[in-house]
T-cell receptor, first 114, second 114 residues
Framework: DSGVTQTPKHLITATGQRVTLRCSPRSGDLSVYWYQQSLDQGLQFLIQYYNGEERAKGNILERFSAQQFPDLHSELNLSSLELGDSALYFC?????????????FGPGTRLTVT | AQSVAQPEDQVNVAEGNPLTVKCTYSVSGNPYLFWYVQYPNRGLQFLLKYITGDNLVKGSYGFEAEFNKSQTSFHLKKPSALVSDSALYFC????????????FGTGTRLQVFP
């Protein structure tokens, strides 16, 4: 158990809908990362927050947004969902935002868009 | 751009034999390299990292990795494979020297046969 929690574990929704994925980092970790894992794209970095502020952006669609709250939990919002958004979404956290620190991953949320 | 390559989609090895999972990298600046393992329906688990120092890095579950600057490689190794080591293994590199996001390889499926 990495100490990173994600809810829900599974999510099934229809095209055009909006969903929110939630992540709680390990106790004491300030940095949260979101990744998407799909068969065709592999593991792709989406976005990083550090202590409430956005730090880095990856291949995140404009339909997707995220935030980190004062208690350091983070939410990833996915809107106007398309079939291609079906994937496993991982949250990870690290002690700080530094490059030498490993990231610890949550169990993921499996999103299925029908 | 920083990148890692995992040239083998799958590696098969008999239990008790040594295993190697290959990874090569392409970076500008110092390489910060990581290995993760993913078991079915689980998140990624951190195994080990190379930041600086000894070229042989020891990690969790008896795994180690050898950093080779001249060959730009960071191969994962284990002296004696277990059936329970069967999983998906990812090599990753920090995006740039001063950002935190991880860039993952395509993954190598390790199958250990009894």
């Amino acid at each position: 158990d990495s100490g990173v929690t994600q809810t829900p574990k599974h999510l099934i929704t229809a095209t055009g809908q909006r969903v929110t994925l939630r992540c709680s980092p390990r106790s004491g970790d300030l940095s949260v990362y979101w990744y998407q894992q799909s068969l065709d794209q592999g593991l792709q970095f989406l976005i990083q927050y550090y202590n409430g502020e956005e730090r880095a952006k990856g291949n995140i669609l404009e339909r997707f947004s995220a935030q980190q709250f004062p208690d350091l939990h983070s939410e990833l919002n996915l809107s106007s969902l398309e079939l291609g958004d079906s994937a496993l979404y991982f949250c990870a956290s690290s002690v700080e935002g530094g490059r030498t620190y490993e990231q610890y991953f949550g169990p993921g949320t499996r999103l299925t868009v029908t | 751009a920083q990148s890692v390559a995992q040239p083998e989609d799958q590696v098969n090895v008999a239990e008790g034999n040594p295993l190697t999972v290959k990874c090569t990298y392409s970076v500008s600046g110092n390489p910060y390299l990581f290995w993760y393992v993913q078991y079915p329906n689980r998140g990624l688990q951190f195994l080990l990292k190379y930041i600086t120092g000894d070229n042989l890095v020891k990690g969790s579950y008896g795994f180690e990795a050898e950093f080779n600057k001249s060959q730009t490689s960071f191969h994962l190794k284990k002296p004696s494979a277990l059936v329970s080591d069967s999983a998906l293994y990812f090599c990753a590199v920090r995006d740039k020297e001063y950002t935190d996001k991880l860039i993952f390889g395509t993954g190598t499926r390790l199958q250990v046969f009894p």
